[in-house]
């Protein structure tokens, strides 16, 4: 493996934390998270309109 490919798969988790950082704390303010973060994180954005909070 080079090094070029693993640091794209570390670029990857950045991105993916990054998403998952900005769908929870959208969701703590009453929001909607953003499309692309939810699609990030494989929530299908179409759905989550749907899910009830406990």
Excluded at 34 to 54: A, Q, V
Aim: aromatic content about 6%.
């Amino acid at each position: 493996m080079n090094n070029h490919r693993s640091f794209g798969r570390i670029g990857d988790l950045v991105r993916a934390f990054g998403s998952a950082v900005a769908a929870a704390a959208a969701v703590e303010r009453g929001h909607r998270p953003k499309n692309h973060d939810l699609s990030k994180l494989g929530i299908n954005p179409e759905h989550f309109d749907n899910t009830r909070r406990l």
